[in-house]
C-alpha cells in the first residue's frame, strides 16, 4: 500500500444509504465531541487487544471509514500493518485525506475493489444503513484472510428509534440476540459482544422524546428531523465535558471483556469461521 494514495473512482453512490452534507458538519466536531471521543478509546482499547493475534505482516481495512475520524486511531494504533480506509462518498473521503496517511479508496461495501484478504476488518456504525445486513456481513466475511477478525459497532435498541435514526437514513437498531444471530447465520464465530454508552441511555431516550414531542406542538413537519438531529451535534462545553467523564470507564471494562448490560450502542468482535454456513 503505498503512502497517501487515494482512488477515487468515478461511481454514482446512492444517497439513500446516507446523506453526505452530513461529513462537513460531523467533521467540524468530531474531535471534541463526547460521543465520538469515547467510541474511539473503545475501539483503540480492543485494536489493541487484537493486533497480537494477527500475523506480522497483516492487514487492515476500515469499511465505511467516512471523514477519517477513526481511521486516524487505526493509523496510529497499527503502526506495524498496512492500514487501507474505504467509503463509498467521494465527500468523506476528501476529509479523511487531511486527517491520514494511509490509502483510501471510494468503493462498494457489496462489490469490494480488493483481491487480497484483511486480517482485521473494522466497520463503524455502518451495517444498520444497509438494507440487507445479512448480505454485507457475508461479503465481509469473504474479504477477511483465515481467522481474521472482525469488529464492528451498530446503534442499539429500537426502542430509541427516533428522528435521529430516520435524519441518519438508518433501517434499524439492534439488540444483543439479533446482532448475534445474524453474525453466526453470515459465517463468523462471536467472540465478544457488549453494548456501551451506558451512561447517556436515559438521556437520549429521554431527549429525543421530549424534542421531537416539542417539534410536534410547535407543528414542524416531518421534514425537520434534520434540524432536530443537527441538535445533537452542538458542542455544549460543560455538557460535553461531563458525558466524556461519565462514559470514560467503559473503554477499561471494554478492554477487560466485561459484558455490558444496555447502552446506547453495541459493539461486536468476531472472527472468520473456516466454513461459511449454508
Request: aromatic fraction near 10%; hydrophobic fraction near 40%.
Amino acid at each position: 500500500m503505498g503512502s497517501r494514495q487515494t482512488i477515487f473512482d468515478s461511481m454514482p453512490p446512492s444517497s439513500e444509504s446516507y446523506d453526505p452534507s452530513y461529513f462537513a458538519s460531523l467533521f467540524s466536531i468530531e474531535d471534541r465531541h463526547f460521543w465520538f471521543c469515547s467510541r474511539n478509546r473503545v475501539i483503540a482499547a480492543l485494536v489493541r487487544q487484537i493486533i497480537p493475534t494477527l500475523p506480522p505482516d497483516y492487514r487492515v481495512l476500515e469499511v465505511g471509514c467516512g471523514n477519517g475520524n477513526v481511521l486516524r486511531f487505526l493509523e496510529q494504533v497499527c503502526r506495524l500493518g498496512g492500514v487501507m480506509g474505504m467509503d463509498l462518498f467521494i465527500e468523506g473521503l476528501r476529509f479523511a485525506r487531511g486527517r491520514v496517511n494511509c490509502s483510501l479508496v471510494q468503493g462498494d461495501i457489496n462489490a469490494p475493489p480488493f483481491e487480497m484478504p484483511f486480517n482485521l476488518l473494522c466497520c463503524f456504525d455502518v451495517l444498520e444503513h444497509l438494507p440487507d445486513d445479512v448480505r454485507v456481513l457475508k461479503d465481509l466475511h469473504s474479504m477477511l484472510a483465515e481467522n481474521g477478525v472482525l469488529l464492528l459497532t451498530v446503534p442499539a435498541h429500537m426502542s430509541l428509534w427516533s428522528y435521529f435514526d430516520e435524519a441518519s437514513h438508518h433501517c434499524r437498531r439492534y439488540g444483543l440476540e439479533e446482532l448475534e444471530t445474524k453474525l453466526v447465520a453470515a459465517g463468523y464465530q462471536v467472540e465478544y459482544t457488549t453494548y456501551f454508552m451506558v451512561g447517556i441511555l436515559p438521556l437520549i431516550w429521554a431527549g429525543r422524546r421530549l424534542a421531537g414531542l416539542r417539534a410536534r406542538r410547535q407543528g414542524q413537519e416531518e421534514t425537520d428531523v434534520d434540524q432536530l438531529a443537527s441538535g445533537e451535534l452542538r458542542i455544549f462545553p460543560v455538557i460535553n465535558s461531563f458525558l466524556s467523564r461519565l462514559l470514560a470507564p467503559e473503554a477499561g471494562m471494554i478492554a477487560g471483556r466485561r459484558r455490558l448490560p444496555f447502552g446506547t450502542s453495541l459493539l461486536a468482535l468476531v472472527r472468520k469461521s473456516p466454513v461459511l454456513p449454508t
